[in-house]
């Protein structure tokens, strides 16, 4: 006989006694058979086991009860003739049907389950004020309460349940500038329901052990050394989920190390028509420049999570240079050293119009919230501006028509976290005209809007299953209103709600690819009270979806108005039928309830993702110092062609991001094995005004595209007019060709990995990306002190910045007429008039050309900007701008508006006059307006300070806008200029020519360019939509 002990492991030790305190009950134990097969062969005795036994001995209860006795497991006290009523209810005072009622003991115990109405009794819960009940709903935060002390024995509580939802990050850790032996506060704010209770901190992707750092939401650094450089970043946990905040850089440098690079980086601004400069063969001046990043400056006293002074890398040194011109000298401010100074403080502004989708007509007076709170209130034609909170990260706004016309839309509106506005136009859904349904009957409404194509799902009502927000079911007529966004329809992608993200069990953010999202509202017949509706199905058509991994990781999703993110509703199940007498097809089934949200989304997790770099220049030269900020580069991505196991042409993202001062990378969705897998539609806008791609046709041309061969190719690039000369020329289209890691020419843009965001963000401007550009206008625009109105943090306090307060932005312009048979160049030279700092001192030049009145041959007119009087930067004490009027050519001033006389005869001094070919005058103090020709608008901004007075200007009032110049309303000046003859070339048209001439013989800037400075060119016959 085989000896099988050998085969067996030792016997384990027997379990606890199962049995209560002095009840019998059953020990076990086991043992494991060792062989590898033949189990039967060798181990053929038993491995497991029980015998009888008694329970612990019991203790005594010590347990006493002020009211009623203790119960059996001396665990809670008991009153049988108490009974407690209880009603639970949800956020919007709909019943808590099936919500789960514990006592909390030892171990929670199940006591009852919510009815159908919310409604729960407790018979024997004593009122003595020291029992707690917790109450559990499925996706609801759990509520606790405690019995409140009564003499009563019929007691009645009320509970509402909050929804649960994972943690949002307010506020990440803020970047900071330390020397080694200093201190440091990182601090990161998280809110949610349930609340967060759980923080832990990361050093460059790795846990900072809590026991030794003693950290909660705060994290405290002391005695800093070189090796703690680096990014920091929080995750928010609790019951409900994670989120992670956004890294923060904390650099330490040595105790005498110094702050900032003192060598300024190369920065070229671009001169006056007449000024040529042999030197350089081209119409460039290099001034130099300080990148404006965080530094060590004055320490505080304590630990704070916010400085309260901040620190930045600035212009610590300038000095004077004469540039020669035709026939004069412009002085100029160039930067020789750098220096460790206060930032310059900024607000963050976003502006647009919210139109509808269909038409574009206007949502007048809607109402813009932030979270719950409303904050500001579209105009009569759709107009919004909203100030942004310092510490915002993500800006999430919902409109709200308060005529029900459109569907409430909620925004993740990109705006430039250095301060300035950022200008978004709003696109909202106009609501279905609502259809009647009989509550008793089950009722199925299409999710689809193409005529053409089956629709994509239908959602399937059964009879009875509407409800008033008590619980009460409704029976009769429902007015019910069904609007779907159907992403087979290219046009309705920047309709898109939120940005179609979800955070995900660790925190991290992952985007959606949309099959479609629906907007629901249901009401009874008169349209006065909204229903509720429970146990609604979804069916989505599986042969719309023709990426198979998508039909498993298909999932229902609502929209949390308040973060922007979309949450988990539910999942979909496989199952075969034959609807509507058609043939039998494959549905996705998913469960859904319609109470408190109304928006829902039937999406899947993407995680093929990519970035792609875009920069925007203001013109085709495509120079480091033109880049402009502030532009908003959105992409739409489409489905793959037919081919790919794909669907027909769709869209199934849209992403927007705001250039910064190094371009703008944007998140898309892409595919390493096949370059057609996915496409992206690229565009840009600024202002309203949208920008213009570069060129694929006749044949392409990497150099100026920005995109080097092969490259090129494999990405199939293609402008809007490729194919057809007469179609917009301001997007492109690319295959989002993930970049080859055996391929070098493919690892240097314009497609990064999603991995490699650093490397995208930071890359230098010789790596390859696409580009926009303005449509260069006839406007020059010249500083003494070099300022880059996109990048507010450029500003130089000097007595001759054109804006002398970085906050308060004041743009005048002044309104001229030209009686004559060509469109005319005018310049405006502007010189310290009264200021003993600043007097006979330039402080910058404006160039414009007329523009031809449409109903007049021989007219045409000029806004022409000039610099403001008041205050200097020092705010001291004011100055009267000298400035000069001078058309080109043969000119003779006619007129000057009799209100604008009066007022500077009025307002001494009074400027000298001798020359009919110009006009000279000290600059008004006062704003005036359209009756003196002179138009001022102050704002945070200066671009936008511009543009609403070139609107005023063009239009001849004071607070109109128009995009035509309006020539004989509200003029300032008149001038009659002869013809000019057919040598004499438009300084514009030189300028233009020479530029383009010298581009390859112009002075390299350094590779390590980060922000642009200098004039900034704008088009003439544009102006705002305010």
Request: proline content about 6%.
């Amino acid at each position: 006989l085989q000896d099988s002990k050998r085969f067996l492991s030792p016997w384990s030790k027997w379990s606890e006694c199962s049995g209560k305190c002095g009840q019998t009950g059953v020990q076990k134990r086991t043992r494991s058979c060792l062989a590898e097969r033949l189990w039967g062969a060798h181990c053929n005795e038993v491995t497991e086991e029980g015998r009888l036994c008694i329970g612990h001995v019991c203790s005594a209860c010590n347990l006493t009860c002020t009211m009623g006795r203790v119960n059996a497991d001396c665990d809670a006290c008991m009153c049988e003739d108490a009974t407690l009523h209880g009603k639970v209810s949800l956020e919007d005072g709909s019943p808590a049907a099936e919500a789960r009622v514990y006592l909390q003991a030892k171990k929670l115990k199940l006591l009852t389950t919510a009815d159908s109405g919310g409604m729960f009794r407790i018979p024997g819960v004593c009122p003595d004020g020291k029992n707690t009940l917790k109450i559990k709903k499925a996706k609801y935060v759990t509520a606790t309460v405690t019995v409140p002390q009564s003499n009563k024995r019929n007691l009645a509580i009320q509970v509402q349940l909050e929804r649960s939802g994972k943690p949002y990050i307010l506020k990440s850790p803020d970047d900071k500038a330390r020397r080694v032996g200093q201190s440091v506060s990182l601090c990161c704010n998280a809110v949610g329901s349930p609340a967060p209770d759980r923080y832990l901190w990361y050093h460059n992707g790795s846990l900072l052990d809590p026991s030794i750092y003693k950290y909660k939401n705060n994290l405290i650094l002391k005695n800093l050394n070189r090796g703690q450089s680096g990014e920091y970043f929080c995750k928010a946990s609790s019951d409900g989920g994670s989120a992670k905040s956004q890294s923060a850089k904390l650099s330490v440098i040595g105790r005498h190390e110094a702050a900032c690079n003192p060598q300024p980086q190369s920065h070229l601004i671009q001169l006056p028509h007449d000024c040529f400069q042999k030197t350089t063969n081209s119409f460039y001046y290099d001034v130099g420049k300080c990148p404006a990043k965080i530094c060590a400056g004055k320490p505080d006293k304590g630990l704070r999570c916010k400085d309260n002074t901040s620190y930045c890398c600035g212009v610590s040194k300038m000095e004077t240079r004469e540039i020669s011109c035709d026939g004069y000298t412009l002085p100029t401010k160039v930067a020789v050293e750098c220096g460790c100074k206060k930032c310059t403080e900024t607000r963050k502004t976003v502006r647009g119009r919210a139109i509808a989708a269909d038409n574009g007509e206007p949502l007048r007076f809607g109402h813009i919230y932030m979270g719950n709170k409303r904050v500001s209130m579209t105009g009569y034609k759709g107009t919004f501006s909203v100030h942004i909170p310092a510490d915002t990260e993500r800006l999430v706004l919902t409109f709200v028509d308060r005529l029900q016309k459109f569907v409430n839309t909620t925004k993740v509106l990109p705006f430039n976290e250095k301060g300035g506005a950022v200008f978004h136009e709003i696109k909202l859904l106009r609501k279905k005209a609502p259809v009647t349904l009989e509550s008793s009957e089950t009722n199925v409404i299409s999710l689809g809007e193409m005529e053409e194509d089956d629709p994509i799902a239908e959602l399937e009502i059964p009879p009875y299953a509407f409800y008033r927000k008590n619980g009460e079911v409704y029976t009769g007529k429902v007015k019910a209103s069904v609007t779907f966004l159907d992403p087979r329809n290219i046009s309705t992608a920047d309709v898109t709600q939120s940005d179609l993200n979800f955070v995900d069990e660790e925190g991290d953010v992952f985007p959606l690819r949309t099959y479609g999202m629906f907007s629901v509202d249901f009401t009874d017949e008169l349209g006065t009270e909204s229903l509720n509706a429970g146990e609604v199905k979804v069916h989505l058509d599986t042969a719309q979806v023709k990426m198979p991994e998508h039909l498993e990781e298909m999932k229902l999703w609502s929209l949390n108005p308040e973060t922007g993110l979309w949450e988990e509703e539910g999942d979909f199940s496989l199952e075969k039928s034959r609807r509507h007498k058609r043939e039998e097809r494959t549905f996705l089934v998913g469960n859904m309830e319609i109470k408190e949200r109304r928006l829902f989304n039937l999406d899947v997790p993407e995680n093929r993702r990519c970035y792609i770099k875009v920069r925007a220049y203001r013109s085709e030269r495509f120079l480091p110092s033109e880049q402009i900020q502030g532009v908003v580069i959105s992409v739409i991505n489409t489905e793959p062609e037919p081919g790919f196991s794909s669907n027909p042409r769709a869209w199934g993202r849209f992403d927007s991001v705001v250039t910064g001062p190094n371009g703008a990378c944007v998140p898309a969705f892409c595919d390493e094995q096949n370059p057609e897998a996915y496409a992206a539609y690229i565009l840009a806008s600024m202002g309203g005004e949208e920008l213009e791609a570069v060129s694929s046709a006749p044949k392409l041309n990497p150099n100026v595209i920005g995109v080097p061969q092969p490259y090129l190719n494999k990405l199939n690039y293609r402008r809007t007019d490729h194919e057809d000369p007469s179609t917009k020329k301001t997007a492109f289209s690319i295959n989002m060709a993930k970049p080859s890691p055996n391929s070098p020419e493919e690892n240097n843009g314009p497609i990064y990995a999603y991995e490699n965001l650093k490397e995208c963000e930071e890359a230098p401007y010789s790596a390859a990306h696409f580009r926009f550009y303005r449509i260069e206008g006839d406007r020059y625009d010249y500083n003494t002190v070099p300022f880059n109105e996109d990048d507010l943090m450029s500003w130089t306090d000097d007595y001759l910045a054109w804006w002398p307060k970085p906050m308060e932005f004041r743009a005048c312009y002044i309104k001229v007429k030209i009686n004559g048979p060509q469109e005319v160049n005018i310049r405006s030279r502007n010189m310290g008039g009264t200021h003993p700092r600043t007097i006979g001192k330039l402080y910058g030049i404006r160039d414009v050309r007329s523009i031809r009145a449409t109903d007049q041959p021989n007219v045409s007119a000029a806004c022409l900007e000039f610099k403001c009087s008041g205050m200097l930067y020092d705010q001291d004490r004011v100055d009267r701008t000298l400035v000069k009027v001078i058309p080109q050519g043969s000119c003779r001033r006619e007129s000057v508006n009799s209100m604008l006389h009066e007022y500077l005869v009025n307002h001494l001094p009074m400027a000298t006059n001798n020359d009919s070919s110009e006009y000279t005058m000290l600059a008004p103090l006062d704003p005036l307006g359209h009756n003196y020709g002179i138009y001022t608008v102050t704002d945070q901004d200066p671009r936008i300070a511009k543009e609403i007075a070139l609107g005023r200007c063009f239009d001849g009032t004071s607070d109109g806008t128009s995009r035509t110049m309006k020539s004989d309303i509200g003029v300032a000046l008149t001038f009659t200029c002869s013809e000019r003859s057919a040598a004499e070339q438009s300084i514009f048209q030189s300028q233009r020519n020479s530029g383009q001439q010298s581009l390859l013989d112009l002075p390299r800037e350094s590779p390590a360019y980060r922000r642009p400075q200098g004039s900034r060119r704008m088009r003439a016959r544009r102006s705002p939509t305010y």
